[in-house]
């Protein structure tokens, strides 16, 4: 074993150049000076940048790395790096080891492969990454990675830290301002504090490379329910199974290394579906972290003879994955602002930002919508496994009470009696909920934050915390104004808590999210139900949604038509993937293989004619031939719709999803029909019993 439990506190964070590292090979200065423009956002000296550069170069050469990478979060999703080795040339043919303040401060990579979204034309290649010192840097496979942003030349935002750090400066203002007017005067910044979960599946990978469509898809195109799924439930919390165990160990080892701090580890409800929880952090590192997560996890899965599957729904008919973005807001004194205090003040307080929030939600339900919507998270919402695609939130019986209390002006029976009214001097006190959590939310309170069920498993964390960021920022912002105009700051907080809980009391669903009753309820109350990525994207650039981002300086109205066209395209060209991949398996593994067993049969009725046929092999080829004749039929259809498609985004967009996925979904039918009737031996591929229960 390479590290001891008792070596752990050593092991973490041993391959980051953090806080304490920088102590030890910065200059006092160096260190203060780095320390200050945290503190305050500006920028540093060009000597500070040449003495931290070198810092870092001594730190990560004396640990065997040999190169460095600026590394960005382009708007792939995914996170990109162009490797540099630190060898300068020198006199007699000799090599120095260098690595300077400009080139740690600013890289320069080529960017013209990189979506944009129409901000820039292909042949301009020009991008920049430029060092996010919030971010620690951190070594990998002998080279120094260093967090960057990414933009072009012309300055546009082409990644996803940018706005994420932009939106957290946002909320931050607000709230701080939010926090002068019930007097506190110590707190200088506001963090939005976020905790990923994030699902997986663990599959053998000798499976997984005789499936064209788990190597190009990341999920299964076709498949045929196995006799067991998740039925028993026998999986969930279960004990771990050695070859698992064994790479959830690994798996831990290596996060520790990178900081990422990795908490909890379990089975979760499908065959082969795993989970792994950090402990919270600032939105900032967790969504670094949350990107090495899945790097390390993919990595890590190979040297045990296994492949991570991060898609949302690889198999049919069982549970999806996703990632809970536990999300709240904390001072830098440590006061969590969504958990109910000791004190009328803080209850008063809480009130406050639960409102914002509440009203922020209402207001940008189909923006938040938009956060998540793709073609893999399309297969997943909605499902038993994960929250419909309608926002609401999940306050809880008791908080709940609290808030009925307040709209309708009834009293509040707390242990005391006291009726409940607002105000920073009396309040009674708000009891810690005890309701369970309702899995069919997609935005629960949980005691002290908000979980935000609906992301799904392979997508970044940041395009949704930047919008709750925004989101409360706005909100915080309008109630600040009116708060600090008022006359009486008491009177007017507790009028605006009460008219906006009222305003607002549509968005609040404690029910099961599942039953049909909800839909058309949610109907009647005028909440949107976006249900496919089809119709969530089009509301992407709606007027509200570009005033408020451009209001607070997190995009421009071109940086946000651009998501917008990458996402749609993203959608559209995800698809034709897996249409063309599903042609290729039909055309070229499924139908002869079901050829090759029809004839089979046949040869063996016409061998047995003579004492007279089975009914088995004639009923059976009788029926193969009918299917077959189907599957034929449809592949020809999806190949002349694939053809037809529209070039235009927008129209082709509605297209793929009504169109080329009802032909995907019908040619899928008829592939998994004619797998439970074909001998196994014929069978082209591993099915869903031989992946999921390989262990």
């Not at 600026?70 to 999703?77: D, I, R, V, Y």
């Not at 998740?230 to 070859?243: K, M, N, S």
């Not at 990795?262 to 082969?272: F, G, M, Q, W």
């Not at 909920?433 to 979980?451: I, V, Y």
Request: aromatic share 10%.
């Amino acid at each position: 074993m390479e590290t001891k439990t008792t070596e752990l506190t050593e092991l973490f964070g041993s391959m980051v150049f953090n806080e304490a590292m920088m102590r030890q090979y910065l200059s006092s200065n160096s260190y203060k000076a780095w320390k200050d423009s945290i503190r305050t956002g500006t920028s540093l000296d060009l000597s500070i940048a040449n003495d931290i550069a070198e810092a870092m170069k001594r730190w990560a050469i004396e640990r065997g790395a040999t190169h460095y990478t600026h590394w960005f979060q382009p708007m792939t999703g995914y996170t990109a790096e162009k490797h540099d080795s630190f060898i300068t040339p020198a006199p007699g043919g000799k090599v120095l080891l260098e690595f300077s303040g400009k080139e740690l401060v600013r890289g320069e990579p080529d960017a013209s492969s990189f979506p944009s979204g129409g901000l820039r034309a292909t042949f301009e290649a020009r991008g920049y990454t430029a060092w996010d010192p919030t971010s620690f840097a951190f070594l990998r496979d002998g080279t120094l990675y260093i967090p960057t942003v990414f933009c072009s030349y012309s300055g546009q935002v082409l990644d996803k830290k940018t706005p994420l750090l932009r939106s957290m400066d946002e909320v931050s203002r607000q709230a701080v301002r939010i926090l002068r007017l019930f007097g506190d005067t110590e707190t200088t910044r506001v963090v939005a504090q976020v905790g990923p979960e994030q699902e997986y599946f663990l599959v053998d990978e000798k499976d997984f490379a005789k499936r064209m469509d788990l190597r190009l898809c990341g999920r299964t195109l076709f498949g045929a329910k196995p006799p067991k799924g998740q039925e028993l439930e026998d999986h969930y919390f279960g004990a771990i199974r050695p070859r698992v165990a064994a790479y959830m160990e690994e798996l831990d080892r290596e996060l520790w290394k990178l900081g990422v701090l990795s908490k909890t580890k379990h089975n979760e409800v499908a065959p082969c579906q795993h989970e792994m929880a950090p402990i919270y952090s600032d939105a900032n590192t967790a969504c670094d972290h949350n990107q090495i997560t899945m790097d390390v996890m993919r990595k890590v899965a190979r040297k045990h003879g296994l492949v991570c599957l991060l898609h949302e729904k690889p198999f049919a008919g069982i549970n999806g994955s996703g990632k809970h973005d536990n999300w709240s807001l904390a001072t830098d004194t440590g006061d969590n602002l969504f958990k109910p205090g000791r004190t009328p003040s803080q209850n008063a307080r809480f009130l406050l930002f639960l409102a914002a929030f509440i009203k922020g939600v209402d207001e940008y339900q189909d923006f938040l919508r938009c956060t998540v919507a793709y073609a893999g998270n399309d297969h997943r919402l909605g499902a038993q496994e994960a929250p419909p695609a309608v926002v609401s939130i999940f306050l809880g019986d008791e908080l709940t009470a609290v808030v009925d209390s307040i709209i309708h002006g009834t009293e509040y029976s707390d242990p005391g009696k006291k009726t409940l009214r607002i105000g920073v001097d009396v309040m009674p006190p708000i009891p810690q909920d005890n309701t369970d959590r309702n899995r069919t939310s997609p935005l629960a309170f949980t005691g002290n934050k908000f979980e935000f069920r609906m992301l799904g498993s392979s997508q970044s964390i940041a395009g949704p915390n930047i919008a709750l960021n925004t989101i409360m920022a706005e909100e915080l912002e309008q109630f600040a104004d009116e708060l600090e105009a008022a006359p009486d700051f008491n009177e007017a907080l507790s009028a605006l808590i009460r008219r906006v809980l009222t305003e607002h009391q549509r968005i609040v669903f404690n029910g099961n999210g599942y039953e049909d009753a909800w839909l058309r309820e949610a109907a009647r109350r005028g909440l949107a139900n976006l249900t496919s990525t089809a119709d969530a994207l089009p509301v992407y650039t709606a007027e509200k949604n570009v005033a408020l981002f451009t209001k607070h300086g997190i995009f421009s109205r071109e940086e946000l038509a651009a998501r917008q066209e990458i996402h749609m395209e993203n959608y559209c060209t995800v698809l034709t993937i897996e249409a063309n991949t599903m042609l290729d398996m039909l055309k070229r593994d499924i139908l002869p293989a079901v050829s090759d067993y029809t004839g089979s049969l046949c040869s063996r009725i016409k061998s047995r004619s003579a004492i007279g046929s089975s009914r088995y092999e004639s009923s059976v080829a009788a029926k193969l031939s009918e299917t077959t004749d189907q599957l034929l039929a449809a592949v020809e259809k999806l190949e002349r719709d694939l053809a037809d498609a529209p070039q235009v985004t927008e129209a082709r967009l509605i297209y793929f999803q009504s169109v080329i996925l009802a032909d995907m979904s019908a040619a899928r039918t008829l592939a998994d029909t004619l797998e439970t009737m074909v001998d196994r031996k014929y069978w082209p591929f591993p099915t869903y019993s031989d992946i999921l229960f390989y262990m």
